[in-house]
């Protein structure tokens, strides 16, 4: 059975960073291309970014919104994939959810998500 | 990027009757859409992939079709348990993009 559990979420003040995880199972996890999705209050859902599998570079691409100020990484030893946010603002308040995409390009399993309130 | 619209952004409708929801691109994807149901407080949950596939466990009542551009998503004999926000996604190009939803409501 997949699972994917996103942590990491919280408050923090504009300008500061955090960094999320989502620890995945039940899939082979070094093949997958692991991508996050956030959703603000109200609103529908973002793509934001994503990291290939190891096998063809563990390349990363970016929104927008975003790029120059998260950083998506992996560590396969732990099934782990991480986005590190630095230079937050309040419109990054949001739910972060983590999931793998299918050879489709869409998403079949996704993380509960995990908060993250930036306010001052 | 690929811009999605959905319309309507909100329906009601009775127990039993038929929802049609539309979803548009930008330019052409092909069939690469999928469809997903969105309950508060929960995750996203696929639906319809590649444009008319209904995803393994969710009810025969969804339906899916389109091509190209133009894209439409139906309930059939709507239920009360699908009130939700329904999220239609390109997956032909990246970043990947989604319509702005459609609420659905039960009278």
């Known amino acids: 059975e997949v699972q994917l559990v996103e942590s990491g979420g919280g408050l923090v003040k504009p300008g500061g960073s955090l960094r999320l995880s989502c620890v995945a199972s039940?899939?082979?996890?070094?093949?997958?291309?692991m991508t996050w999705v956030r959703q603000a209050p109200g609103k529908g859902l973002e793509w934001i970014g994503h990291i290939k599998g190891i096998a063809i570079g563990g390349t990363t691409d970016y929104s927008a919104p975003v790029k120059g100020r998260f950083t998506i990484s992996r560590d396969d030893s732990r099934n782990t994939m991480y986005l590190q946010m630095d230079r937050l603002t309040t419109e990054d308040s949001a739910i972060y959810y983590c999931a793998p995409e299918t050879g489709r390009g869409d998403y079949n399993h996704w993380g509960p998500g995990t908060q993250v309130t930036v306010s001052s | 990027d690929i811009q999605m619209t959905q319309s309507p952004s909100s329906v009601s409708a009775s127990i039993g009757d038929r929802v049609t929801i539309t979803c548009r691109a930008s330019q052409p994807i092909g069939v690469r859409l999928a469809w997903y149901q969105q309950k508060p407080g929960k995750a996203p949950k696929i639906l319809i992939y590649a444009a008319s596939n209904l995803q393994s466990g969710a009810p025969s009542r969804f339906s899916g079709s389109g091509s190209g551009t133009d894209f439409l998503f139906t309930i059939n004999s709507l239920q009360p348990e699908d009130s939700a926000t329904y999220y239609c996604?390109?997956?032909?190009?990246?970043?990947?993009?989604f319509g702005q939803g459609t609420k659905v409501e039960i009278k």
């Open positions: 996604q390109q997956a032909n190009s990246y970043p990947r993009t």
């Open positions: 039940g899939f082979i996890f070094t093949d997958a291309w």
